[in-house]
């Protein structure tokens, strides 16, 4: 069973840099990909970004595009590396694994989700 462990949330300013971590267990993932979503107070969890694990192709919002990098090591662990965050970024942020090589931004699709890590940015 895949388990998910998300970590490196906390409150920053407008600007500022966070590193979300993933860790994950339970299965081979070569055959997986691996994304991040979020979900703000009183909206639906939306796509973030994706990787898929085998050859490390990236997959991103448009949100998000040049600010954020996902990335992945040879740890199981999946990175999430926030730039420039604003407060429209301010989210409970989730790690969920899909097996499959195909990226879709439907949350449905995707099988495991770690316990989410809250994001603040003040202004």
């Known amino acids: 069973q895949v388990q998910l462990v998300e970590s490196g949330g906390g409150l920053v300013q407008a600007g500022g840099s966070l590193r979300l971590s993933c860790a994950a267990s339970?299965?081979?993932?070569?055959?997986?990909?691996m994304g991040w979503f979020r979900q703000a107070p009183g909206k639906e969890r939306e796509f973030v970004a994706a990787?898929?694990?085998?050859?490390?192709?990236t997959y991103y919002a448009d949100s998000v595009k040049g600010r954020f990098t996902i990335s992945r090591d040879a740890k199981n662990t999946v990175y999430l590396q926030m730039n420039s965050l604003k407060p429209e970024d301010t989210a409970v942020y989730y790690c969920?694994?899909?097996?499959?090589?195909?990226?879709?931004?439907?949350?449905?699709?995707?099988?495991?989700w770690g316990q989410g890590t809250q994001v603040t940015v003040s202004s």
């Open positions: 969920a694994a899909r097996r499959s090589t195909i990226v879709v931004a439907t949350t449905t699709l995707w099988g495991s």
């Open positions: 339970g299965h081979t993932f070569s055959s997986y990909a």
């Open positions: 990787i898929i694990w085998s050859g490390g192709r």
